[in-house]
């Protein structure tokens, strides 16, 4: 388009097109040398239609227009031009002697004409420079305008920008005194324009910001620096808020700090949800105690502390004792308001520096620093023990808790998170299996027990097959007769390898591994079978109690297994009772129900076992089909020594009778037991004052000979 191929090494670098129309060829090239000489492109066309063809889709720096073409005139082309709103500056050439139609070709909008004479060539460079430079001008012109329309435009842009922002714009001078506030300032703020301006943001201060933080914030921006925080403010109406702001100095052309401009947005619900959002991720929603989470990260930290300062540590496991039966026993809640108090209780015999938290259900985790050693650890998990004591008072009733604590020192017992609270779980366990109320210190040896409770439960699978089970008899008497009336049947594994292991090592394994109902199957078949031989023997007025686990009860196929173990053995029902405990009938009262008044109607006697434990009433088992109450050891056993469990036996007894049921009293121990018991007119008493459990053989040597009378 710009036909450098002719320009010479020379010519000076082009600057914009010029459109020469010109007929006369060799005029024209005449014309285009002293152009392209003078620093311009030259593009030449002929006629009028090839000059308009060309102007359709360029536009050139100017137009040299000859009016006499083959095709039409200058003004035809120039009507044509204006008919399709070009506006196309140009020069118009004529012949010598035409200078009637230069000067109307002017009033049309030529910016000058030339002449073809003698001076053309002289005067052409200079014209044409002319001519441009107005063309320039003109455009630089049209530039400012359009320039500062955009800026204008721009200006009103930002103004309704800054009016309609939902961020809260504040403009003070050098000094901090207001002078503009948009209407997001009104809006979070309460405040108008007019009670603002020329007055100190301070008026927004609710006084609760740190010592320092105003002073930090001005020097900064002073300082010319952009500065980034947050302000607790005060609206109008006194109510508190979150403001996020940025203040950046404006500056002027010196480098002067002449403004001050603040861009702020209210946080406060943001934050609230960001509290809410922490509180969840963090703390349990129960209790308000740190959860696991936090609690590791706690953790974490104190080692490390631990590490560096040569420390001990204890992580400890508190788990509540049969916590199951209060929320069988109770409404909806009332568990929930026991871990609230429980948690209360556990934070308030801590040290500051320790930790507390919720582990889950009804288990808490501690984390106690700075001991000298496991002395430190037992005295702490003593007053743990101790909170727990008192009744908690809930909803107008009081209930006694007890819990059970495992504890793991670190760095003996491990220098990990995990490692510290797998082995103060495994401690737990072992506290459990031990009793409630009590609490274990790791040792490795837990970890064999671990092992070996993994390998009994797959030697559970074979027991059976193998005949290794085998049941003991502790017998039961009455105690105003002191005669023999029964015996308990109680399970005990013959293991290849470990030996005799009582009920406490493989029970709770065969609940898990759901061999309980073919155990429990087998205990009375077996049961069944021992008391057909005494019976046919000749011994009399004699009953067998039968222990039933609550995953056996509520089987399918718990009666079936009952009725099949007496029929198969010609056993009358009334010759067998049926152990249950509080947490079997408080699972499911209903279906527990229906099932003790199918097992009644058949006949067979029905005892509700470690009464006392749990927190059902007497009243309660008034709609149950028990024929006798057996009243746990732990308070026999400790009836002669806390005159409040003392108390608890007597009144099982009294209630129990004034409901036309029996009262057998488990663990008599001593003859103060016995004594205790007899004063107080419990019917049966079972224990080792008495007897042991004892192997068939020994059971019928020592009681079923000519005197059963203890």
Not at 78 to 107: C, Q, S, W, Y
Not at 263 to 269: H, I, K, L, P, Q
Not at 484 to 509: N, S, T, Y
Not at 627 to 652: E, G, H, W, Y
Request: charge should be negative; glycine fraction near 6%.
């Amino acid at each position: 388009m710009m036909a450098q191929a002719e320009q010479g090494a020379s010519e000076v670098e082009a600057r914009d097109v010029i459109l020469l129309v010109e007929d006369a060829q060799g005029f024209a090239r005449i014309v285009e040398r002293v152009l392209r000489r003078t620093g311009y492109a030259v593009e030449l066309v002929a006629t009028g239609r090839e000059a308009l063809d060309w102007l359709d889709t360029q536009t050139p720096l100017l137009l040299l227009l000859d009016f006499n073409l083959p095709d039409m005139t200058g003004r035809e082309v120039v009507a044509h031009l204006r008919a399709a709103e070009r506006r196309i500056p140009f020069i118009i050439i004529t012949g010598n002697g035409d200078e009637r139609i230069a000067v109307d070709m002017m009033k049309l909008g030529a910016l000058d004409y030339l002449v073809k004479d003698e001076r053309f060539l002289a005067l052409l460079p200079a014209v044409v420079a002319q001519a441009c430079d107005r063309v320039e001008t003109q455009r630089r012109l049209v530039a400012a305008e359009k320039k500062l329309d955009e800026n204008e435009e721009y200006l009103r842009k930002l103004s309704r920008a800054i009016e309609q922002s939902p961020s809260v714009l504040v403009i003070t001078d050098a000094e901090g005194c207001i002078e503009y506030v948009n209407p997001a300032f009104t809006q979070v703020t309460g405040y108008a324009p007019e009670e603002v301006l020329g007055k100190s943001p301070a008026l927004l201060s609710s006084n609760s910001q740190q010592e320092g933080f105003y002073r930090e914030l001005w020097e900064t921006i002073r300082g010319g620096q952009e500065w980034r925080g947050e302000f607790f403010n005060c609206r109008k109406s006194g109510e508190s808020y979150w403001e996020r702001a940025t203040i950046s100095p404006v500056k002027d052309a010196q480098g002067r700090v002449t403004h001050f401009l603040k861009v702020a947005e209210d946080v406060t619900a943001r934050k609230s949800a960001d509290e809410k959002i922490h509180s969840l991720t963090y703390y349990d929603s129960l209790t308000g105690l740190p959860n696991q989470i936090l609690f590791r990260d706690r953790l974490d930290q104190a080692l490390a502390r631990a590490q560096r300062g040569d420390e001990k540590l204890a992580v400890v496991v508190v788990d509540l004792d049969q916590f199951q039966r209060i929320n069988n026993a109770f409404a909806h809640g009332f568990g929930d308001k026991v871990l609230k108090e429980t948690a209360r209780r556990l934070s308030c015999a801590m040290r500051a520096e320790d930790s507390v938290a919720r582990f889950w259900g009804d288990s808490f985790l501690l984390a106690l620093p700075q001991l000298q050693g496991e002395q430190d650890a037992a005295r702490v998990a003593l007053k743990i023990l101790e909170s727990l004591t008192p009744a908690f008072r809930i909803d107008q009733r009081e209930i006694y808790l007890t819990a059970s604590l495992g504890l793991a020192m670190f760095p003996h017992d491990g220098t990990t998170v995990e490692m510290l609270l797998k082995n103060a779980e495994t401690a737990l366990a072992r506290t459990k299996e031990i009793g409630p109320n009590s609490f274990q210190l790791y040792n490795p040896s837990m970890n064999r027990r671990a092992t070996e409770n993994l390998m009994l439960q797959g030697d559970l699978r074979r027991a059976l097959e193998r005949n290794e089970f085998l049941l003991y008899y502790q017998p039961q008497f009455d105690t105003a007769t002191r005669r023999l009336v029964g015996a308990e049947a109680l399970v005990r594994w013959q293991h290849p390898v470990l030996g005799l292991l009582a009920p406490d090592r493989f029970i709770g394994l065969a609940e898990e591994s759901n061999l309980i109902s073919p155990l429990g199957a087998w205990v009375i078949r077996e049961g069944c079978r021992q008391l057909r031989s005494w019976l046919d023997s000749g011994v009399e007025d004699f009953n067998l109690s039968i222990n039933l686990s609550p995953r056996q009860f509520h089987g399918s196929d718990c009666l079936a297994a009952i009725d099949a173990g007496a029929e198969s053995h010609g056993i009358s029902p009334a010759h067998l009772t049926f152990e249950i405990t509080e947490t079997l009938i408080m699972k499911n009262t209903g279906e527990a129900a229906r099932i003790l008044m199918r097992m009644k109607e058949r006949g067979y006697q029905l005892a509700l076992d470690d009464f006392g434990t749990g927190y059902s009433s007497l009243s309660y088992l008034q709609k149950f089909p028990f024929d006798l109450i057996k009243i746990d050891k732990s308070f026999v056993m400790d009836s002669d020594k806390n005159p409040q469990n003392a108390a608890i036996c007597r009144t099982i007894i009294a209630m129990a009778h004034s409901l036309n049921l029996k009262v057998l009293a488990e663990g008599v121990e001593k003859e103060e037991h016995d004594l205790f018991l007899r004063n107080n007119s419990c019917d049966q008493m079972q224990g080792y004052l008495f007897s042991p459990p004892l192997t068939v053989s020994a059971f019928e040597s020592q009681w079923l000979g000519a005197s059963r009378l203890v």
